[in-house]
């Protein structure tokens, strides 16, 4: 069974930085990519940021390019999301989830674990 436990999220002015992290449980973190969505209240969850198993590819959703930027530590079965120049429509609940395989497109449905989400809240 694989847990996936999110930290590190707040409330920050806009123009301020967080940086979340997700612990994984298993023997096999470093064998799957990881991923970071975001779902705001009466909205679907969307996708903000994926990185391959080795931790070579990343990828981002174009709303975020460019101010996020997603790590992993595979000795620690750590994967972050550094989340810079944050703004108020970034406020939702961030999810981390294991992937079943990389891909060039990176729908919810192409993940199998998630963790419970942590709460970011970006004030004006």
């Known amino acids: 069974q694989v847990q996936l436990v999110e930290s590190g999220g707040g409330t920050v002015q806009a123009g301020g930085s967080l940086r979340l992290s997700c612990a994984a449980s298993g023997r096999t973190f470093s064998s799957y990519p990881m991923g970071w969505f975001r779902q705001a209240p009466g909205k679907e969850r969307d996708f903000v940021a994926a990185?391959?198993?080795?931790?070579?590819?990343?990828s981002y959703a174009d709303s975020v390019n460019g101010r996020f930027t997603i790590s992993r530590d595979n000795a620690k079965s750590l994967v972050y999301l550094q989340m810079n120049s944050l703004k108020p429509e970034d406020t939702a609940v961030y999810y981390c989830?294991?992937?079943?395989?990389?891909?060039?497109?990176?729908?919810?449905?192409?993940?199998?674990?998630w963790g419970q989400g942590t709460q970011v809240t970006v004030s004006p």
């Open positions: 989830g294991r992937g079943r395989y990389w891909s060039s497109s990176h729908g919810s449905e192409k993940y199998d674990y």
């Open positions: 990185i391959s198993a080795s931790g070579a590819g990343t």
